[in-house]
């Protein structure tokens, strides 16, 4: 089955910088990835998602890359704010079916 | 606007005292998840409903059941919780599968609190 791995589980930045987020997947018949970012008492919101037809989409400060030969696809947050630290999590389908998240990165940005 | 419901946001019960935790959707999705989620943890998937098809996860404890008695409404019952079942509970949904079917859509979440 597919199995979803992140890194790192910790990153801190200073207000202003760029922050990188990977996860790696394996099954090469995954064609959908979302990243998904959750706020301390609430539920995981999608913030950007890619499907395998594309190698990367950018929404503003927000980008995902995705090299499908190397498995592998990133979250990309550019001039980052005080309110982007929270807890961002990838996910990959289980054999097409239901999500499967990594383990989270807590993302702290500092003013 | 279209939205997946949690109640009670947050529940206390007895150990080993029955409770049930209920979802809802506006969303008209065939999916429906539950999933736990335990501090600093990612959220771990219980079982899911596709229309009336249940699927349980192989490491799901019998303790956890779940009921969908129609397209809008999912409830998670925890029949003999232990102090180990202290979490947030989370429900999402999701149209179906495949490509950007996937999307799954979170609750807020039900924070359960065991004594």
């Known amino acids: 089955g597919e199995n979803v791995e992140q890194h790192p589980s910790t990153l801190s930045v200073q207000e202003g910088d760029s922050a990188v987020i990977k996860c790696t997947y394996s099954?090469?018949?995954?064609?959908?990835f979302p990243w998904y970012k959750q706020e301390l008492g609430k539920g995981p919101q999608l913030i950007i998602d890619?499907?395998?037809?594309?190698g990367e989409k950018k929404d503003q400060r927000i980008a995902v890359t995705l090299n499908k030969t190397a498995k592998h696809f990133s979250l990309h947050i550019t001039e980052t704010q005080p309110e982007d630290s929270a807890v961002y999590f990838c996910?990959?389908?289980?054999?097409?079916?239901?999500?499967?998240f990594g383990k989270g990165t807590t993302l702290s940005v500092s003013s | 606007d279209a939205m997946v419901i949690q109640n009670p946001r947050y529940q206390v019960t007895q150990f080993g005292k029955p409770v049930t935790l209920s979802c809802s959707q506006t969303?008209?999705?065939?999916?429906m998840y539950w999933y736990q989620q335990k501090s600093s943890q990612a959220p771990k998937l219980l079982f899911h409903?596709?229309?009336?098809?249940?699927?349980n996860e192989a490491d799901t404890p019998d303790n956890f059941q779940s009921r969908r008695p129609n397209t809008s409404f999912c409830f998670l019952d925890i029949r003999s919780p232990g102090l180990g079942d202290a979490a947030m509970y989370l429900c999402?949904?999701?149209?179906?599968?495949?490509?950007?079917?996937?999307?799954?859509?979170f609750g807020p979440g039900t924070r359960l609190t065991v004594l």
């Open positions: 969303l008209n999705h065939n999916v």
């Open positions: 890619i499907r395998s037809n594309v």
């Open positions: 409903y596709y229309d009336k098809d249940f699927n």
């Open positions: 996910a990959a389908p289980r054999a097409g079916t239901a999500l499967i």
């Open positions: 099954d090469s018949a995954s064609n959908y």
């Open positions: 999402a949904t999701s149209r179906g599968w495949g490509g950007a079917y996937n999307e799954q859509f």
